[in-house]
């Protein structure tokens, strides 16, 4: 610019009259502190307005608190009408210059258009604040020469003004916030605290009163507070508590010290509380007691810790039932362990839950294996599965379970597929909302293998007992039939059902049935072997025959008899035999009887005797009636008759005496010899023994059978082997010996030897052997060779003596063999 | 035959033998039952008469021998003739002794039985008639008193009256009374027969 002299006084009028709006500016700004911002730009924007004679000023604040920024608009009076008109819609001012401008105002143009009409108006933003961060100032002039270098100073001194003031005024409303805020935190807190104290009183009354020991600690764990229960059960004073943080843990067990002081100290530092078990002394009785120490942080408002409060609790008995639960439990365990039987567990979805060492062994999953599988998956045999998960869907819904609470035989799955059979009970168990059913599985396959041998070997004995040709038949051990085999339903007829219990009685003759019942009954009381012979009806032909049956009772090993066993046999012709042979016997007997002198006089005396009496009698009296006066012809009559009578009697004995000794044979039949001397024998054993004489026979088998009268060649044996008996029975030497011989001659005919040991035949005598009435005997009738020879000859036979070497007598006889 | 004298048993099984004896003898005039056997007999009641029995040994069940000893037994005394078809001696000599009258063996002659049978006949009346005047004399017995009993007993031995008093320790008065009272009580006419009463009842001092 240029300067000149009128300029000059001109410039020196307009500096002076800046540096005097420069003072009022100085001036304002100390008006401003202790006032708020609004009036800082009021004052700010009036003097402006003033000073520069500007025709807009516009100022935008930046609002610290985020929201909208303040915009303060003043218009000189020649742009306003009125004064709300010099002040108002500072917003749309602002935003007509953001339009124009843009939204940064340093970037505005110098120039734009006058927002509210009239010519455009020359603008000069200033920042507020280093960074604009109060705001912006935007002053404007119609005169086309603004800003100029005075007046932008003036702009800027102000604008700068403006900013510390404004700071300034910032600040202080923030400090006056901040102490207000201040105040009201403190009278909150003073009212918080107050509660916090009086529930701790309130919270250290109830202390005070519960039934447990409590305490409450300082945050540095000093105690503050015991209760009287606390007291009262360690003994311990509330000064000696108090004086020191652990003096309490005196009354505390000294090998728990240790836990209970780590325990206590980690909760305390940490602040997280803290909750231990330990043994302390109860003072009334010195004993050691359990207890759980709990201790929780009371924190206030901003979670500072007040205190801790804390109670101890005597657990002893919980802890003492526990531990005994425990040990109940451990030894559960340990039998589920080392039970036989496999235990496994299963929860409602069927997974196994438990498993124990013998369930490994049998199935052989391990239980890790098999923990959390599921049951019909592991050891369930596939074919059962479908049945298993119906049966126990249809359990939880309806509670009911047919198998369950039993034993039940089935079969399971080993892990290598092999299923095996096995016992098996399940037993359910209401488990908070679940069930748990517990298995006990048994492995039977050792004895399913014994019962299968059982069988096996009883299906064998019942073959044997219903194949083997006797009759055999058990009872129970009262004397019930209970078992016979086939035969002896052939042999009587009947069923199995009518033979039992007493049912056998109906094939025993009823003159015999008492006997057998009472022979029977003996038996099963007594314990005593069983033997009845009785006729038994066979169904066959309905006849009744001889049965013998045996029984004998099977006992245990205590000797209780727990069966009896027993066969019946059908002898009949056995016993028809002996008696055959009995009879045969006595006739032998009787006939050899006979043959002795005596005894033959005697009988043949004596039955010719009695019809001889009657004859002379008779004949007397029949012609004594015939004299008498006058006669008596019905007794003579009578009497003759008699006479007759006994006479037939007589010729009839002498017949029959006759036919005893006749050549021709009574019976003719197939005799076998050695039979004949074998029955021969057993009559005269006895009389050998009697006289200590040995009795051999030497018989050859297959001797051909001979035709003939079986008893009259018995008789002959007979004859000879008692002649040879009583020849060596005289004898002081040995050998005492009589043999009987029985072979085939080269001519197919049978020959018979009867050999003694005895003085043998005398020369002189043996021509006279078998004449009749010959004997060397002092008792013989000498009738009995004789008689033999003349029983062999009518046989067609011959008998004849001979010497034995080195001594004694040999008789022979010779029979020719039976021809068909 | 009405009121018969005496009665004749005949025991034997044969009945021909049984019909042939009986009617010898109802010829001879006895009076015959007839029993199969012995047992039958023994049932049987009989008449108190005189009376034998004709007994065949060789009987059924109880043997004639069995049968003479069963009698015995029972106190029957009737005298028995035995017969038998076998005759052995030990058997014969056994029954005589046992007290048969006599032992005949068949056949035997008319003559032989009818002896027999009245042999056996008188015998039973003898002892009959002993019996009865045993009886008699056991009556009058019984009529003495005690001490007169004792008085009786030494009369017979032969002993004095002076010896009796002595023995009784009574005097020979009494005794004289006592002995008077017996002789009347036993009717005796003599001591001789007094003795062979006393014989009789099998009295000793």
């Known amino acids: 610019m240029d300067l000149q002299s009128g300029d000059v006084a001109e410039e020196i009028k307009r500096l002076q009259r800046c540096i005097n709006d420069l003072v009022s500016l100085f001036t304002l700004s100390a008006m401003w502190s202790g006032g708020p911002p609004t009036q800082i730009v009021d004052t700010l924007l009036d003097a402006l307005l003033r000073m520069l004679q500007l025709d807009l000023v516009y100022v935008r604040l930046t609002n610290s608190g985020g929201q909208a920024p303040i915009e303060i608009v003043r218009f000189s009076r020649s742009q306003a009408q009125t004064a709300q008109e010099q002040t108002g819609q500072p917003k749309e001012t602002g935003e007509t210059l953001k339009r124009w401008l843009g939204t940064d105002p340093q970037k505005w143009p110098p120039l734009i258009r006058n927002p509210l009409g009239g010519r455009d108006i020359s603008i000069m933003p200033l920042r507020l604040g280093l960074q604009g961060e109060i705001g912006d100032i935007v002053a404007g002039s119609e005169r086309a020469d603004f800003p100029q270098q005075t007046e932008r100073l003036i702009l800027s001194v102000a604008a700068n003004q403006a900013s510390t003031g404004l700071q300034g005024a910032r600040l202080l409303s923030e400090q006056k916030r901040v102490a207000s805020e201040l105040d009201r935190r403190v009278a909150q807190r003073t009212r918080e605290l107050a509660k916090a104290n009086e529930e701790l009183r309130l919270q250290v009354g109830l202390l005070q009163h519960i039934p447990v020991a409590a305490w409450t600690l300082a945050p540095d764990g000093k105690p503050d507070f015991v209760n009287q229960n606390w007291l009262e059960y360690t003994g311990q004073a509330l000064d000696y508590v108090r004086s020191e943080p652990e003096a309490w843990m005196t009354a505390t067990h000294p090998e728990d010290r240790e836990t209970v002081s780590r325990s206590f100290w980690g909760g305390v530092r940490s602040g997280q509380g803290f909750t231990f078990e330990a043994r302390f002394r109860r003072v009334h009785d010195g004993a050691w007691r359990w207890h759980l120490n709990r201790a929780v942080a009371l924190r206030d408002a901003a979670g500072e810790i007040l205190r801790f409060v804390g109670t101890s609790t005597d657990i002893d008995d919980l802890k003492q039932s526990q531990d005994d639960l425990r040990r109940a439990e451990e030894r559960t365990r340990l039998v589920v362990e080392t039970a036989l039987d496999a235990v496994v567990t299963m929860n409602s979805q069927g997974l196994i839950t438990s498993w124990n060492k013998q369930a490994e062994i049998i199935f052989g999953w391990s239980p890790e294996e098999a923990l959390g599988r599921k049951m019909s998956e592991t050891i369930i045999p596939m074919h059962y599965r479908p049945s298993h998960e119906n049966g126990l869907r249809h359990f939880l819904n309806t509670g009911q379970g047919p198998v369950l609470n039993q034993r039940i035989e089935i079969t399971a799955l080993r892990r290598d597929g092999t299923e095996f059979p096995v016992e098996l009970t399940v037993t359910p168990l209401k488990s908070g909302d679940g069930w748990t059913f517990s298995s006990f599985v048994r492995d039977i396959s050792e004895r399913k293998r014994a019962e299968e041998k059982l069988r096996e070997s009883e299906l064998n004995l019942r073959q044997m007992t219903e194949t083997i040709p006797e009759m055999l038949w058990s009872a129970t051990p009262n004397g019930s039939i209970d078992y016979c085999n086939a035969r002896v339903l052939d042999y009587t007829g009947l069923s199995r059902q009518k033979i039992q219990g007493a049912g056998w009685m109906k094939m025993i003759h009823p003159d015999d049935a008492e006997n057998a019942a009472r022979a029977w009954t003996h038996s099963v009381e007594s314990g005593g072997a069983f033997y009845f012979e009785f006729r038994g009806l066979r169904a066959s032909d309905g006849k009744y025959r001889w049965c013998v049956s045996r029984a004998l009772p099977l006992r245990s090993p205590d000797g209780d008899i727990l069966k009896w066993h027993g066969t019946v046999v059908d002898f009949h012709d056995r016993r028809q035999a002996q008696e055959d042979l009995r009879n045969a016997q006595a006739e032998l007997a009787h006939v050899n009887r006979v043959m002795t002198m005596g005894e033959l006089t005697a009988s043949i005396a004596h039955e010719v005797n009695q019809p001889l009496a009657s004859i002379i009698a008779s004949g007397d009296s029949c012609s004594a009636w015939l004299s008498n006066e006058p006669p008596n012809l019905d007794r003579a009559r009578a009497a003759a008759g008699r006479i007759i009578q006994a006479a037939t009697q007589a010729s009839e004995i002498v017949q029959r005496l006759r036919a005893l000794f006749k050549k021709t044979t009574s019976m003719t039949i197939s005799v076998d010899v050695n039979g004949a001397i074998e029955d021969t024998i057993s009559l005269v054993r006895h009389e050998a023994q009697r006289n200590e004489v040995i009795l051999r026979t030497e018989l050859e088998p297959g001797v051909p059978s001979v035709s003939g009268d079986r008893v009259q060649l018995q008789q002959v044996i007979l004859n000879l082997a008692m002649n040879g008996i009583e020849s060596v029975a005289q004898l002081d030497y040995e050998p005492r010996r009589v043999m009987i011989r029985s072979t085939r001659s080269d001519s197919g005919e049978v020959l018979v030897t009867v050999e003694d040991t005895g003085p043998g035949i005398d020369a002189e005598h043996s021509d006279r052997l078998f004449a009749p009435f010959f004997t060397t005997k002092p008792q013989g009738i000498g009738m009995g060779l004789p008689i033999c020879r003349s029983i062999i000859e009518a046989h067609g036979g011959r008998l004849w003596a001979a010497k034995n070497e080195p001594r004694g007598a040999r008789f022979h006889f010779i029979l020719p063999a039976r021809t068909e | ?205």
Do not use: W, Y
């Not at chain 2, 003898?25 to 005189?50: C, E, I, K, M």
């Not at chain 2, 007994?55 to 069995?66: A, H, N, Q």
């Open chain 2, 1 to 205: 035959m009405s009121d018969p004298k005496s009665i004749v048993f005949v025991v034997d099984d044969d009945p021909l033998v049984r019909d042939s004896v009986a009617d010898l003898l109802d010829l001879a005039g006895f009076t015959v039952r007839t029993f199969g056997s012995a047992t039958n007999f023994l049932q049987s009641g009989h008449p108190d008469l005189p009376a034998c029995l004709i007994l065949d040994v060789e009987l059924p069940g109880l043997s004639g021998l069995d049968l003479q000893v069963e009698l015995t037994k029972s106190g029957v005394d009737m005298p028995i003739v035995f017969l038998t078809g076998r005759g052995d001696i030990p058997m014969s000599v056994r029954a005589m002794k046992r007290g048969a009258v006599e032992f005949l063996t068949k056949p035997f002659r008319k003559q032989e039985l009818l002896e027999a049978v009245e042999e056996a006949l008188l015998r039973d009346r003898e002892s009959r008639n002993r019996r009865a005047e045993t009886a008699e004399l056991e009556k009058r017995l019984r009529t003495l008193t005690p001490r007169e009993r004792q008085v009786l007993a030494l009369v017979v031995t032969g002993l004095l009256n002076k010896q009796i008093a002595g023995e009784l320790g009574t005097t020979e008065e009494t005794i004289k009374v006592h002995r008077g009272r017996v002789m009347s009580k036993m009717a005796a006419g003599s001591l001789a027969e007094l003795v062979q009463m006393a014989g009789k009842l099998k009295i000793s001092p």
